[in-house]
């Protein structure tokens, strides 16, 4: 009965400190992991995201700010005068010029516009003071243009200044400025304005088109669809967004990591190309479409082409969200990122959604998953290998705690078997609070491996005790086990003279410290599941750390 004591009260000890341990350490792992991926800019709202980004093998990306820059300059134009088409840029446009600094302000396609126009001696301030603007229409991602009503202080002459697409603004053009005055708009002269515009954009700019229409008194209907019909074409600008340089090689871990990247973005489809080829994101094989060719295609079409499309141009939120939907429904954990308030249902339906902190609205903050503080594609690249190594530590804590506890159990019940107590319950209780607590945590902080993005992503199925684990448990904790039955035997025949199954307390010494010191040395053996410690180039000083301790304070 008192071995039966002792082994129920010393199994209830074992037992029971291992769900209790696994919930700690598991979340002090995360809430250390979500720290560090805040460091490098990448805010965690939901803690699921963490595992998640370790399955990722699709992200669908924004170009605009994400994959470039998001500092627009204007580095070409196509027009008859330079003057009259920055001001109708400069008037067509939001973004204000700053008195002090003399840089634009706003939206940072529009910035490029007012800088430019001021680059030519256009002051958007002094303009505003004698263009004074009374009409508009705003801009939308629909129709992909904006349109201004400005009143001229001097005449009274009343002016519309239109911005927008070239393929969406030139079709509703039925004169083109030459030669100081309005001239009717001829297939050559449509011919010639696609070729420009197909140079500029096969050059990885983006380009708009400039227009205007005069009235002799406000028109009562502002609307877009009554302003922007029976327009004067003033001339194309092509603006450059250089790419990030580290995206280049963000991208190539993401391939060589198993994970597709993919563009989206509303300009025009031969500069997301340009752009794409430039990044290594279009390679052979791989195609482009835009958002008109995407509306055609049913979902059987879509589903046959999907793993070929690299490029999504032109698009509109919809868009996003049926590609989203459309990865998903293959079987591939994506990732989506957004900045606008229409890009919400695409973030939502992702696995994982990413909003932008510089320029994402709150809508889109409050429904994704994480949040870019730099808005930078690498920055989901890192989370990504972040989030594998959170997985793998949690893994290595788990495998540590189970084979541990196990290897406790298996020996309690054998010397119950016996008839002898082989560690009390205030060894288990010191067993369970230093030397597992302490080795079990600095494994939660264990550096990632250095293949941890050459690797292809785990099966989001995939159990925790996946890829052997549970085998490995198993077997650890029995060798333990028996390296902890062991030493107590040398230790009763140490202090009896003879071989033999019965109490002792040298055994119980011998036992403890044996099995404390195993748990130890086994922390460092889970430093890799596939390598030897000594393999590990890296050192981990806070399990250094950990094991100093918990060998002192045993």
């Given at each position: 009965?008192?071995?039966?004591?002792?082994?129920?009260?010393?199994?209830?000890?074992?037992?029971?400190?291992?769900?209790?341990?696994?919930?700690?350490?598991?979340?002090?792992?995360?809430?250390?992991?979500?720290?560090?991926?805040?460091?490098?800019?990448?805010?965690?709202?939901?803690?699921?995201?963490?595992?998640?980004?370790?399955?990722?093998?699709?992200?669908?990306?924004?170009?605009?700010?994400?994959?470039?820059?998001?500092?627009?300059?204007?580095?070409?134009?196509?027009?008859?005068?330079?003057?009259?088409?920055?001001?109708?840029?400069?008037?067509?446009?939001?973004?204000?010029?700053?008195?002090?600094?003399?840089?634009?302000?706003?939206?940072?396609?529009?910035?490029?516009?007012?800088?430019?126009?001021?680059?030519?001696?256009?002051?958007?301030?002094?303009?505003?003071?004698?263009?004074?603007?009374?009409?508009?229409?705003?801009?939308?991602?629909?129709?992909?243009?904006?349109?201004?009503?400005?009143?001229?202080?001097?005449?009274?002459?009343?002016?519309?200044?239109?911005?927008?697409?070239?393929?969406?603004?030139?079709?509703?053009?039925?004169?083109?400025?030459?030669?100081?005055?309005?001239?009717?708009?001829?297939?050559?002269?449509?011919?010639?304005?696609?070729?420009?515009?197909?140079?500029?954009?096969?050059?990885?700019?983006?380009?708009?088109?400039?227009?205007?229409?005069?009235?002799?008194?406000?028109?009562?209907?502002?609307?877009?669809?009554?302003?922007?019909?029976?327009?004067?074409?003033?001339?194309?600008?092509?603006?450059?967004?250089?790419?990030?340089?580290?995206?280049?090689?963000?991208?190539?871990?993401?391939?060589?990591?198993?994970?597709?990247?993919?563009?989206?973005?509303?300009?025009?489809?031969?500069?997301?190309?340009?752009?794409?080829?430039?990044?290594?994101?279009?390679?052979?094989?791989?195609?482009?479409?835009?958002?008109?060719?995407?509306?055609?295609?049913?979902?059987?079409?879509?589903?046959?082409?999907?793993?070929?499309?690299?490029?999504?141009?032109?698009?509109?939120?919809?868009?996003?969200?049926?590609?989203?939907?459309?990865?998903?429904?293959?079987?591939?954990?994506?990732?989506?990122?957004?900045?606008?308030?229409?890009?919400?249902?695409?973030?939502?339906?992702?696995?994982?959604?990413?909003?932008?902190?510089?320029?994402?609205?709150?809508?889109?903050?409050?429904?994704?998953?994480?949040?870019?503080?730099?808005?930078?594609?690498?920055?989901?690249?890192?989370?990504?290998?972040?989030?594998?190594?959170?997985?793998?530590?949690?893994?290595?804590?788990?495998?540590?705690?189970?084979?541990?506890?196990?290897?406790?159990?298996?020996?309690?019940?054998?010397?119950?078997?016996?008839?002898?107590?082989?560690?009390?319950?205030?060894?288990?209780?010191?067993?369970?609070?230093?030397?597992?607590?302490?080795?079990?945590?600095?494994?939660?902080?264990?550096?990632?491996d250095e293949n941890i993005m050459k690797r292809p992503p785990r099966n989001s199925r995939d159990s925790?005790?996946?890829?052997?684990?549970?085998?490995?448990?198993?077997?650890?904790?029995?060798?333990?086990?028996?390296?902890?039955?062991?030493?107590?035997?040398?230790?009763?025949?140490?202090?009896?003279?003879?071989?033999?199954?019965?109490?002792?307390?040298?055994?119980?010494?011998?036992?403890?410290?044996?099995?404390?010191?195993?748990?130890?040395?086994?922390?460092?053996?889970?430093?890799?599941?596939?390598?030897?410690?000594?393999?590990?180039?890296?050192?981990?000083?806070?399990?250094?750390?950990?094991?100093?301790?918990?060998?002192?304070?045993?």
């Amino acid at each position: 009965p008192t071995a039966l004591d002792s082994f129920m009260i010393a199994v209830s000890l074992a037992v029971a400190a291992i769900p209790e341990g696994l919930a700690t350490v598991v979340t002090i792992v995360l809430s250390i992991g979500v720290t560090k991926m805040s460091k490098r800019n990448a805010v965690i709202r939901k803690l699921t995201a963490v595992e998640t980004l370790g399955c990722a093998q699709i992200i669908c990306s924004d170009k605009t700010g994400t994959l470039t820059q998001n500092k627009m300059t204007v580095v070409e134009c196509f027009c008859e005068d330079n003057e009259l088409l920055g001001t109708c840029l400069a008037l067509s446009s939001d973004a204000e010029l700053d008195e002090d600094t003399n840089q634009a302000v706003g939206e940072p396609t529009e910035c490029a516009l007012v800088n430019y126009a001021y680059s030519i001696g256009l002051d958007k301030n002094r303009l505003k003071a004698t263009q004074r603007r009374v009409g508009e229409a705003p801009f939308d991602s629909m129709r992909k243009m904006m349109s201004t009503i400005c009143k001229n202080e001097e005449n009274g002459e009343l002016l519309q200044y239109t911005k927008g697409a070239p393929d969406v603004l030139l079709p509703l053009c039925d004169r083109i400025w030459i030669d100081g005055r309005a001239e009717p708009m001829t297939d050559a002269h449509r011919a010639e304005i696609a070729a420009r515009n197909h140079a500029m954009t096969g050059s990885a700019l983006r380009v708009l088109a400039a227009a205007m229409r005069t009235y002799d008194a406000l028109p009562g209907d502002t609307s877009p669809a009554a302003l922007e019909q029976h327009l004067c074409f003033l001339g194309l600008t092509g603006m450059i967004d250089p790419v990030r340089p580290e995206v280049v090689d963000a991208i190539r871990a993401c391939r060589s990591a198993g994970i597709r990247p993919v563009m989206i973005t509303g300009d025009h489809v031969d500069t997301a190309k340009a752009i794409a080829r430039e990044l290594g994101l279009l390679g052979p094989g791989d195609e482009a479409v835009t958002g008109t060719e995407l509306s055609a295609m049913d979902d059987e079409t879509f589903s046959s082409r999907l793993g070929h499309i690299s490029v999504y141009a032109r698009v509109q939120p919809e868009h996003k969200t049926r590609i989203v939907r459309a990865w998903r429904n293959a079987g591939f954990v994506t990732a989506m990122t957004g900045d606008g308030v229409n890009d919400a249902p695409s973030i939502r339906a992702a696995d994982i959604g990413i909003g932008m902190g510089v320029t994402g609205t709150d809508v889109t903050k409050n429904v994704a998953d994480m949040v870019l503080a730099d808005d930078n594609f690498a920055t989901i690249v890192s989370a990504v290998e972040e989030g594998r190594r959170i997985y793998d530590n949690i893994r290595k804590s788990i495998q540590f705690l189970l084979s541990s506890n196990l290897s406790e159990v298996i020996a309690i019940f054998v010397a119950t078997l016996f008839n002898f107590v082989i560690l009390s319950p205030i060894h288990l209780l010191w067993i369970n609070l230093i030397t597992d607590t302490f080795p079990a945590l600095a494994l939660g902080v264990e550096p990632a491996d250095e293949n941890i993005m050459k690797r292809p992503p785990r099966n989001s199925r995939d159990s925790i005790f996946a890829n052997h684990l549970g085998i490995d448990v198993v077997y650890q904790g029995i060798m333990v086990a028996l390296l902890t039955l062991a030493a107590y035997f040398i230790g009763f025949e140490m202090e009896n003279g003879y071989w033999g199954i019965g109490q002792s307390n040298d055994g119980i010494t011998m036992a403890f410290l044996t099995l404390s010191m195993a748990e130890m040395f086994h922390a460092f053996n889970l430093r890799s599941r596939s390598r030897s410690v000594f393999a590990v180039k890296k050192q981990n000083w806070i399990l250094w750390g950990a094991f100093g301790i918990s060998l002192a304070l045993t």
